[in-house]
C-alpha cells in the first residue's frame, strides 16, 4: 500500500489518483506563473496582505488566468472529462466548458498527505463572490479536510493548533481553518488524532461566536482541550488590518 495515497481511512483508487495527479500538475502551473510573473496585481495583493516570497512558496500559492484555462479546454492540454470531474471547469447547458477559477489567487486544498484534492480562488478586485470553493467530488469531501492540515499535524503534536476560519488567516505552521464556521464529526476525529490543545481564533461577529458557543462543548465532550483567542483583539494588538496580517499572525502562533 501506498500512504500517499490515502487519508484518513480512505485508499484512493487508480483513477483517483490520476485525478490527483492532475489537480497537482495545475498546482505546479499556477505556482510557476505566480511566481515568475514578476510585480502582477495577484502577487502584489499577496505580498499587500503580509504574505512573503517565501511564505508564498511553502503555501504554494498560484495564480492562472482565464485566458490559459480556457486556452486548455480549447487544446484539451488535460483530458476534460479530469477537470470536469475535479470541478476545475464546468459545462453549461448548451455542453459548453468554462473555467472556475480564473483570474484569481488559486489556493490549493490538500489532503493529509499532500495531494491536491481541490482549489479555492481569492477574488483579487473586490470580485464577488471573495472566495470560489471547490465542489464535492469523488476526491474531495468539504466536511473531511482541514486546510493546512498536512503541514500543521508536523507542528502540533502534543502542542496546540489553532483554528480559523478563512484561508487568508493561515500562514503555514500549526494554524488550519475549517473552510466553514463549524467543525465536522469528521474534522473532530481528525484533531483528536493530534492529542494536542485546540486554540479557537475565530472572528468575532456573530457568526464566528455563534459557532464557538456551539463548537467549545462539543470539542470537549470529546475530550479536547480548548482554548479561544478573539483574532480581532490579535489583529489590533499587532496593529493589523484585513489586508495586511498573514505574516504576523503566524508570528503570534509560534
Not at 30 to 50: C, F, T, V, W
Not at 194 to 212: F, H, K
Request: hydrophobic letters at 35%; aromatic letters at 10%.
Amino acid at each position: 500500500l501506498n500512504a500517499q495515497y490515502t487519508h484518513n481511512s480512505h485508499v484512493y483508487t487508480e483513477h483517483e489518483r490520476v485525478l490527483l495527479k492532475t489537480l497537482n500538475k495545475i498546482k505546479e502551473i499556477a505556482n510557476y506563473n505566480l511566481i515568475s510573473l514578476g510585480e502582477s496585481d495577484a502577487k502584489q495583493y499577496l505580498l499587500n496582505r503580509g504574505f512573503t516570497k517565501d511564505l508564498i512558496q511553502e503555501l504554494q500559492f498560484g495564480y492562472i488566468s482565464y485566458e490559459q484555462i480556457q486556452q486548455w479546454i480549447d487544446k484539451k492540454s488535460f483530458p476534460l472529462e479530469h477537470l470536469l470531474e475535479t470541478g476545475f471547469i464546468r459545462e453549461d447547458e448548451q455542453g459548453n466548458y468554462h473555467p472556475v477559477f480564473g483570474n484569481r489567487i488559486l489556493i490549493p486544498v490538500m489532503d493529509e498527505r499532500g495531494n491536491t484534492v481541490t482549489f479555492s480562488g481569492r477574488a483579487i478586485h473586490g470580485e464577488e463572490p471573495k472566495y470560489l470553493h471547490g465542489r464535492n467530488t469523488d476526491i474531495f469531501m468539504k466536511s473531511n479536510h482541514l486546510y493546512n492540515f498536512n503541514v500543521a499535524k508536523n507542528y502540533a503534536y502534543n502542542d496546540k493548533i489553532y483554528v480559523v476560519e478563512g484561508f487568508m488567516d493561515v500562514a503555514g505552521g500549526n494554524i488550519v481553518a475549517t473552510m466553514g464556521t463549524s467543525f465536522t464529526e469528521e474534522q473532530i476525529a481528525t484533531l483528536r488524532r493530534l492529542d494536542c490543545e485546540i486554540i479557537l481564533m475565530r472572528d468575532n461577529d456573530n457568526a464566528g461566536r455563534q459557532a464557538m458557543i456551539k463548537e467549545i462543548p462539543e470539542l470537549m465532550n470529546k475530550g479536547l482541550r480548548v482554548s479561544v483567542v478573539d483574532l480581532n483583539k490579535v489583529k489590533e494588538n499587532l496593529q493589523l488590518t484585513e489586508d495586511k496580517d498573514s505574516k504576523d499572525l503566524w508570528d503570534f502562533a509560534n
